[in-house]
């Protein structure tokens, strides 16, 4: 029975994508496990040198772990899609869980809403317990959506907090291979809108993170910044774009991670050029709203 925890929920199965963060995953994993759901987990290991396949098999033989043997980035979710078998998946990464209930709350709303293709949850930082800055702008998002919507329409997500149709995911083709990791929501969340989709925020259903300390910031940045840059000669018309590169140009660090970052688009711009398609009216006036409101807000983008 839909949202009957107590026997667990057959509507969820969860996608982790992790690399060598063997404690974090466990620990997520640990949380996952204990959830009333009892949701399926599929694990994509993206080449992890420390153990991490080992363990998980040992500590947690009712998932499945993916063993790609070299690191997908983003496009670990990808192959793990491929592998579930119900109509929603919740993404988290190896540093985020799922509060309990969240999960048959965020399949109750997709079901209630047909043309609902995905719900971000409320990130809850630990070990402080409060709200990610981000989710002021979440909830706070500039666009306007239908009376039916659950939540604030949002234009993008956080896929380490998003609970998606698993079908629309499949045909929109997943996370971007040329895009490897770092913003890479924002693509795949355009060309759902443009498919006549459309994602909410949800205050009432909560996600963890416990942000791992393995991790390189600088090169988070360069990707971040490049796959902003790749993102909008991909999608936005000329003209958009041309003025959203300007104003990234103007506006970045002058440092070499920025350099980095633009010399890496402008090496991907012939693969870019070759695929480029530019949205409709509509959605680019989605994108230009949640542009304006990225330059007058305080809080960290999600958009980029």
């Not at 698993?166 to 060309?191: I, K, S, V």
Request: proline share 8%; hydrophobic share 45%.
């Amino acid at each position: 029975m839909p949202g009957d925890t107590l026997a667990g929920d057959p509507r969820v199965t969860v996608v982790v994508i992790t690399h060598n963060r063997r404690p974090e995953l466990l620990r997520t994993l640990e949380k996952l496990a204990r959830l009333p759901e009892r949701p399926a987990v599929i694990v994509t290991d993206n080449a992890s040198d420390d153990g991490s396949a080992e363990a998980v098999a040992r500590e947690h033989p009712r998932f499945l772990m993916l063993t790609p043997g070299r690191n997908l980035g983003a496009v670990g979710r990808n192959l793990a899609v491929r592998h579930v078998r119900t109509p929603y998946v919740a993404f988290c990464d190896d540093d985020t869980w799922w509060e309990p209930g969240a999960l048959s709350e965020a399949a109750d709303r997709l079901d209630r809403h047909p043309r609902l293709v995905a719900v971000n949850a409320r990130i809850i930082v630990e070990p402080a317990g409060e709200d990610d800055p981000v989710v002021a702008e979440l909830r706070d998002s500039p666009l306007d959506g239908p009376d039916w919507l659950p939540g604030p329409a949002i234009g993008s997500f956080l896929a380490a907090a998003t609970v998606m149709r698993t079908e629309a995911f499949r045909a929109a083709g997943g996370f971007h291979p040329g895009l490897w990791l770092g913003g890479e929501e924002e693509l795949l969340a355009t060309d759902l809108m443009t498919s006549g989709w459309w994602l909410a925020y949800l205050p009432d259903i909560a996600i963890h993170h416990a942000a791992s300390t393995v991790r390189d910031l600088t090169a988070r940045r360069v990707v971040g910044l490049r796959n902003t840059l790749w993102f909008t000669w991909l999608r936005r018309p000329m003209r958009p774009a041309l003025k959203r590169t300007g104003y990234l140009l103007a506006t970045v660090p002058r440092d070499g991670a920025s350099l980095r970052a633009f010399l890496e688009a402008a090496r991907g711009l012939p693969w870019v050029l070759r695929l480029r398609s530019a949205v409709p009216p509509e959605i680019e006036a989605r994108l230009a709203l949640l542009e304006k409101g990225q330059r007058s807000g305080t809080a960290r983008r999600y958009v980029g």
